[in-house]
């Protein structure tokens, strides 16, 4: 991958600025709705079931992967395949500004963000509801940032196989919601039946919300999980590379 060429990585970060859906939906809404859910009496009661842990805890994760999860599904693609539908890729390849710089530009814009997103969510939670900090701090960030990469080069391969916006938009969604609940939205990786968290663990953000929660609560994030993320960033990157058509 090409390094991002400094003005059009600062370009796209005033068009990304200028996008309050994309702002809103990536930046704000995991730590509103992590607001939303701690505001719930019963969600900050330890339960049993959770080993002791409230509700609130086991969601922190989960909102700390939320806006990687709209980010590099579904803001990515739409924008780069937006580029290549109005030719913008096309007339890049004949200036000195290769293509590639400006999808470098869009991934590291997209993975700043989402890692800001966790980090408010991480603020929120220790704010307002006193969930502590993640005990494991360097196995924490490993696991975030492999997830980052993931969901990055997933975003890559929705963009590499659309040929239009709407495409983009239609994948995107087809895979944007299986990748929440394996993260953990609907119902939270740890209440689910041992089975069915087993096959999750296989999923990028299932395996990510497992390595997180163990960061968070003192263990190291299991190398199982942490190979299933850079296992997937593997074969997704190889994938984006091989499909991936500037016009």
Known sequence: MTAPDPAVLRTELRLFRREPGAVFWILLFPALLLAILGSVPSFRQPDASLGGLRTVDVYVPVAVLLGLIVGGVQSMPQTITGYRERGILRRMSTTPVRPSSLLAAH?????????????????????????????????????????????????????????????????????????????GVWVPVQSMPHTLARIVG??????????????????????????????????????????????
């Open 107 to 183: 991934m590291v814009v997209y993975g700043g963000a989402a890692l800001v997103s966790a980090l408010l969510a991480l603020a929120v939670g220790r704010i307002a509801f006193d969930v502590a900090l993640p005990r494991q701090a360097a196995g924490y960030l490993l696991a975030l940032l492999l997830a980052t990469a993931a969901g990055l080069a997933l975003g890559a391969v929705i963009s590499a196989l659309s040929r239009t916006t709407k495409i983009a938009g239609a994948i995107g969604s087809a895979v944007f919601f299986p990748m929440m609940f394996c993260a």
């Open 202 to 247: 296989w999923t990028p953000f299932g395996a990510a919300a497992q390595a997180l929660g163990r960061a968070a609560a003192g263990h190291w994030p299991g190398w199982a999980h942490l190979g299933v993320l850079a296992a997937w960033t593997v074969l997704l990157t190889a994938g984006a590379t091989r499909w991936f058509r500037w016009e």
